[in-house]
């Protein structure tokens, strides 16, 4: 009977003494939010365009952080970017849910625009200007090619044309041989960011 | 000095946890993807296991047979190894969010690592001082950390070389966790304990 | 004094310093012993607006306008630039895009000059004889307005490396007479037919940076080179502190930091430039050119082109305005079926294959090359598995890994690229060349280069785009306070006065509100 006492008390002071210290560690060590959602975040294109389903990239990079979304909602970063943050999140990559398109930029057919605004006030990052009864213009440097400006446009003056594509901006393809490509599909894990 | 010097090369090398005991195979196989992960674990595996070896030769020795509790011993040594683990976790966590992710359930699962209880149920078994444990301890820990990011390396180089599909990922994986086990054979007759 | 015991121990072959790896291709200088031709002036000129290392020009000149030789009709845009002159007299035709020697095929905004024969040159520009009185600035000046960009293929701006910097005082000169690229025979006849020329811009560059010796580096296949440049020096008296040194031939020896450390031993360390060690290199056609814009007012519209390959029978070293058209060249030296043949825009090792024969000579054509497919040394279709022989890595003349590099590339794992210093790659094609199992190597490293720019690219747009959405979100933000602010505001004035009337500011916000 004495036995079994001393192995409940000696067990039970045991765990109490690991259970204090387990407490304090975890005041020194309290981790306020989430760290990784920074890291999300600054691997997406930030067109915040909401094509993922979330009102821009932050959101979509919390929502990748607390495990609510998969890691392939952002259209226009690509595989790139799909790749990048299954990386490090350390999960397995996922299939696109929708092919990212060629880059485009909005641009104003300006002699219909009527100078509403209400493009400048959908714009998520500021590359419309213009003032009331003005004509508007998109300033093409700036322009994510998010697509939000269209819907508003009581007069469907905005059209989405391609990116121009610069001679500087070229960079060289695979070489054209059987083995680079097969090569290169069997890339899986640890594919992306430089 | 000769005694430190012959466990410390026993267990790093002769004695290796993995590659000659087969204990601690799952984050061996499980977290060697990238060397970085692999050097994150190592250090965390390092903690967990000298400290567990020392921890539990003192609850030995101080606790379970003075008491005549020795049949506790495996709850006991768990219940040490499984706080040390959650204290490595938070810490990790704080200072390294990325590595906290790369690691994932491999961290906690540090916990049932048979290689951290091994090393300490067989300190017990061979009666060893309080010094020569946590030593073996260290040692073993060092012999994991060694095997674990040489094998992160050379997977890491396997995995941009063209190999057969039917051997990409695990196969391989496993087939070079063999040779690397044939190859630490040959320090079997380095030392003789 | 240890400068002296190493001159001594080198020239007793004792101490010999030499660049790491490199290769020793076939040379095939079938043009060396043919002397230097002038090409016919071309009916239409082309002019790409960017034809050097920077920000492209803009055009100066409208379509109708008479142009003289040497006029300036394209402005540059930014430092790192250098303008454009009309190659020869004639009237502007056009101004738009055109196909341009670059790997993509793309085009550039290009002016076309027709030519009317009179090949009547602009004088507006002074010769400046008295050089050696006047203040660098002046003569760097000179050198920016004449465009002038390195001519041995890099196309550098030549101006920006000719100044005088207290921090990195010039010691040495080092002339580049290497020309180790094969075929290429553009240096080898300039420094026998222009010695003199050569070494005035020389002196010029000297006078310019204040540096007192000068090396003019010499490959020891062209001995005749080395001969006539010697007998050049010594007639020029003032010219002490240079000599001409005959280098092993090794590819790619006439590489800037490969050459540096063949001839002083210093090392260019990776992301720095060989004036921190005191050093400038330059190219001699660069030089004669630096002579041309200095002394006889003439800015750079023609430069030397080799035009050879197996499959031209009359191969030529030919003197070549900008902007003549490339086909025109092949043309003038029999060789009118361009079909089936490859043709290449600079040497076999460094140079790239032409998409189109419509391209004008730019200030980077160095040679144009049409060889048979059969005869080109790698035709790289058949990639073979490596087979870790490490030919590649003896033959990196800057120390690095290229099957590793290679597999990263080719795996898209571009951080692992960078650690293995994909950027210090100078694309020299050694290791493609001694590849024996035809690996592309330089293709993989040129498309790891481009991916990762592209990558650095997109970073720098995404974080200019982030910080916008955020100053529009704290504009939003403060907008909503400010106009919480003020109808909290409105309502404390207006409440006391009279309960009535107290609905009324309230709908003025709100209209407010609305619009």
Known sequence: MTQLLYALLSLGAFALVAGIVLAVAQKVFHVEGDPMVEKIDNLLPQTQCGQCGYPGCKPYAEAVSGGVADVNHCVPGGERTMLAIADLMGVEPKDLEAEATAPMIAFVREDECIGCTLCIKACPVDAIIGAPKQYHTVISDHCTGCTLCIEPCPVDCIDMLMKPELIEHWSWPLPDTQRARLGHDRRETHAGHA | MTEIALILLSAVLVNNYVLTKFLGICPFLGTSGKVETAVGMSFAVMFVMTLASTASWLVQEYLLVPLDLEYLQTIFFILIIASLVQFIEMMIHKTSPVLYQGLGIFLPLITTNCAVLGVAILNVQQEQTFLTSALYGFGAALGFALVLILFS???????????????????LALITAGMMSLAFMGFSGLVKI | MPAMLRKLAQRLGILQHSFAGGVHPEMYKVTAARPVEVAAIAPIHILPMKQHIGEACSPLVKVGDRVLRGQKIAKSEGYLSVPVHAPTSGRVVRIEEHAIPHPSGMGLPCIFIESDGDDESDTTLEPLT???????????????MCGLAGLG???????IKLVQDKRFPIETVILNGIECEPWLTNDHRLMLEKPHDILTGMAIVMHMVGAKS????IEDNKPDAAESMRRALAEASEMQGVHVVVLPTRYPQGSEKQLIYSLTGKEVEAGRLPMHIGVLCQNVGTSKALFEAVVQARPLTERLVTVSGDAVENPATLSVRLGTPVRSLFASRGLDDLTGLHLLHGGPMMGE?????????VKSTTGLLAMRTETMMLAHTEEQPCIRCGHCSEACPVHLVPNLLADACRSDQFDRAENYQLFDCIECGSCSYVCPANIPLVHYFRYGKGQIAQTRREQVFAEASRKRSEARERRIEAEKTEKAARRSRVRRDHAPAKPVESAEPENNDATQEKS
């Open chain 3, 130 to 144: 008295n050089w050696r009185e006047l203040n660098p600035a002046i003569l760097r000046e000179r050198a920016r």
């Open chain 2, 153 to 171: 390396g050379i997977r890491e180089r396997i995995e941009i070389a063209p190999v057969p599909e039917l051997f990409k990922g695990s196969p």
């Open chain 3, 214 to 217: 000068g090396i003019i580096a």
């Open chain 3, 353 to 361: 294959r032409l998409k189109s024969v419509d391209v004008p000579v």
């Open chain 3, 153 to 159: 293929g890099a196309v550098f701006p030549t101006f």
